[in-house]
Antibody
Framework: EVQLVESGGGLVQPGGSLRLSCAASEFTFSSYWMHWVRQAPGEGLVWVSRINSDATSISYADSVKGRFTISRDNAKNTLYLQMNSLRAEDTAVYYC????????????????WGQGTMVTVSS | QSALTQPASVSGSPGQSITISCTGTSSDVGSYNLVSWYQQHPGKAPKLVIYEVSKRPSGVSNRFSGSKSGNTASLTMSGLQAEDEADYYCSSYAGSRNLVFGRGTKLTVL
């Protein structure tokens, strides 16, 4: 079964750091654009970051630029999100998602989602 | 980037058709055909139901259809069923490598 499984969420103090992982299985991970999307409790979806198949094209939402870093290890079929200088407003469920796009094009349409991992930023 | 505008809630009876609007600007919805729609049941991950304005992924019911006019995209659901009750989100590429979502619409099947 095509699947994404996130891990690494938890409780962290303001100003702290956390690294999320997203393990992909049963598809050619190295071919796809990948994203992180978050959802604060009771709120809507918010796009966080995008990375292409070979990590040569990376984009971030303004709200996380300079604090979050997306990366991938195609040999390990894993996507990462390094989150530094965390703020209370970063509290959310973080989803990794597969873009329909492969190669040089992206669709910004996500056909496979993980189950999400909760990040809580609080003292 | 500001979130796309969606009605907070819509409702319909089983068998009816409903339409959810998603209004953006000339910098996002109006300029690109990279509009998608997602269905999200409580406590679950979102599910893609429409991409590139009007295309349906494999396995999605043909009761779901999408369209766009100017700065507004729309999701239409025909033959409403109880299991369609969920939150629905639109999204659009917004230029400069940004992506923006709508605030979501809660669909109630009466």
């Amino acid at each position: 079964e095509v699947q994404l499984v996130e891990s690494g969420g938890g409780l962290v103090q303001p100003g702290g750091s956390l690294r999320l992982s997203c393990a992909a299985s049963e598809f050619t991970f190295s071919s796809y654009w990948m994203h992180w999307v978050r959802q604060a409790p009771g709120e809507g979806l918010v796009w966080v970051s995008r990375i292409n198949s070979d990590a040569t094209s990376i984009s971030y939402a303004d709200s996380v630029k300079g604090r979050f870093t997306i990366s991938r290890d195609n040999a390990k079929n894993t996507l990462y999100l390094q989150m530094n200088s965390l703020r209370a407003e970063d509290t959310a469920v973080y989803y990794c998602a597969r873009d329909l796009g492969r190669g040089s094009s992206w669709y910004d349409a996500f056909d496979i989602w993980g189950q999400g991992t909760m990040v809580t930023v609080s003292s | 980037q500001s979130a796309l505008t969606q009605p907070a809630s819509v409702s319909g009876s089983p068998g009816q058709s409903i339409t959810i609007s998603c209004t953006g600007t000339s910098s996002d919805v109006g300029s690109y055909n990279l509009v998608s729609w997602y269905q999200q049941h409580p406590g679950k991950a979102p599910k893609l139901v429409i991409y590139e304005v009007s295309k349906r992924p494999s396995g999605v019911s043909n009761r779901f259809s999408g369209s766009k006019s100017g700065n507004t995209a729309s999701l239409t659901m025909s033959g409403l069923q109880a299991e369609d009750e969920a939150d629905y989100y639109c999204s659009s590429y917004a230029g400069s490598r940004n992506l923006v979502f709508g605030r979501g619409t809660k669909l109630t099947v009466l």
